[in-house]
């Protein structure tokens, strides 16, 4: 068994070189994950002048533990849209998110990535009127989905909503083919913002325009994004010998168990917690493998991370209203690769001053005045009070240590460290010393 993810041991990394020194480019894109990079590799087929840069090595971060299912089923989010946003927005969700799976199906035809069809399951074991009611809003906003009472997995359900021709695929090998031919720099970590200068510690980059795709944002004066969102860790297991289950499929709770298949193997995930807290980790997954998958061998084991927004929409537009040329792309809430991909659509579309039809319910600047604003701000205060060491380097919060993992992890913004004290995840941009 290998800690590491599928997607990373079989596919090969191109390499690209750190910044030289300084320079000039007209848009800026600071990360490499699949965000960033759809980004570069927009604006670069537009003609624009661009850069992308990125800490460690593209789609070294999140991007390489994703589950990579490509849908715009998220869960049970179009009734939850269309009572709190308005049916406008929920469909205008909808559509950009059918947008970004067509993309990425067109782009996937000219790159070996794995990409398949598939259809997209949101399961629950025992609220068959919750699905019902998502098949209603569902269809309410003019796409098709269908109840379905059984699917391929080890134990019943009250009841499944279904989305045909969704997709999955090897994020790695999609990202390292759509980064060919563009202006890279690698292990280059931009430490601050001046104005529209990024400062890395191998020189300067001017731009007019710049766009943070860093997973979670790292500037903090601007957007209060620390406020507007959390961090979330699920697990994952790759099995060989377990069951081919035919399509994605989800629980519709929060901390409930994910299958797809790729390459012989069955991936599970699940063992969800907020990050800093406690959760069932890899011991959920494999309890289960045990149970229902017994000649099953577990050949991958890996975990992600995930920015949470207030509403269950990402934020994608300028980084707060008072940085015209600062954009943003954040708050995927565990749908990555659509999110990522109408997030370089829509960012794409306003760097070059275009108007895009969807970018309204996106709007970083909608009103957060939520439940779980309160909620975040008391957590981020208690942890601030906690009288205890290590604390995070971002803004001071008490660290909790990981056993599962053997990290340390801030459970107020997300921010992740070795237990050296290495950083792992933003949006922390420094070590931690211990």
């Known amino acids: 068994m290998a800690c590491k993810s599928v997607w990373t041991a079989v596919s090969e990394p191109p390499a690209f070189p750190a910044l030289g020194g300084n320079i000039k480019t007209d848009v800026l894109i600071i990360g490499g994950g699949i965000a960033g990079v759809l980004c570069g590799y927009f604006l670069t087929q537009s003609g624009v002048n661009c850069v992308v840069v990125e800490r460690g090595k593209i789609g070294g971060g999140i991007t390489k533990n994703t589950t990579a299912k490509i849908t715009s089923q998220h869960g049970l989010i179009y009734d939850k849209l269309i009572k709190n946003a308005g049916p406008e927005k929920a469909r205008m969700y909808l559509q950009a998110n059918q947008i970004a799976l067509r993309k990425f199906a067109e782009i996937s035809k000219n790159i070996t990535c794995d990409f398949e069809q598939k259809s997209a399951f949101v399961y629950s074991r025992i609220d068959r009127n919750a699905i019902e009611r998502e098949i209603r809003a569902v269809n309410r906003l003019g796409a098709s989905a269908r109840f379905v009472e059984k699917i391929p997995l080890p134990f019943g359900i009250a009841g499944a909503i279904e989305f045909e021709n969704q997709a999955q695929f090897n994020p790695l090998k999609f990202l390292y083919g759509i980064s060919s031919g563009l202006k890279i720099y690698e292990n280059t970590c931009v430490d601050e913002l001046i104005g529209n200068i990024a400062v890395t510690a191998h020189g300067k980059i001017m731009a007019r325009k710049i766009i943070v795709a860093t997973h979670f944002p790292f500037v903090n004066k601007h957007g209060s994004y620390f406020l507007k969102m959390y961090q979330h860790r699920s697990y994952v297991i790759a099995l060989e010998n377990a069951a081919n289950v035919g399509g994605m499929h989800i629980e519709e709770v929060i901390d409930g168990l994910s299958f797809r298949n790729y390459n012989g193997l069955l991936l599970v995930g699940g063992g969800d917690h907020r990050t800093g807290e406690l959760g069932g980790n890899w011991k959920v997954l494999r309890d289960f493998a045990r149970r229902k998958f017994p000649e099953s061998v577990e050949k991958y084991s890996w975990a992600t991370q995930d920015c949470m927004t207030l509403d269950g929409v990402p934020y994608i537009g300028n980084y707060s209203a008072n940085t015209p040329n600062l954009y943003v792309a954040t708050g995927f809430n565990k749908w990555g690769m659509t999110g990522a991909m109408a997030a370089a659509m829509?960012?794409?579309?306003?760097?070059?001053?275009?108007?895009?039809?969807?970018?309204?319910?996106?709007?970083?600047?909608?009103?957060?005045?939520?439940?779980?604003?309160?909620?975040?701000?008391?957590?981020?205060?208690?942890?601030?009070?906690?009288?205890?060491?290590?604390?995070?380097?971002?803004?001071?919060?008490?660290?909790?240590?990981?056993?599962?993992?053997?990290?340390?992890d801030c459970p107020c913004h997300g921010s992740r460290f070795e237990r050296n004290g290495k950083l792992i995840d933003n949006p922390s941009t420094g070590d931690l010393i211990i």
Do not use: Y
């Open 346 to 408: 829509i960012l794409c579309d306003m760097v070059q001053g275009r108007e895009n039809e969807h970018s309204a319910v996106f709007s970083p600047q909608r009103s957060m005045l939520k439940k779980q604003l309160a909620l975040n701000g008391i957590k981020a205060v208690g942890n601030l009070l906690t009288p205890s060491t290590p604390r995070c380097p971002h803004m001071g919060c008490a660290l909790k240590l990981n056993k599962a993992e053997g990290t340390w």
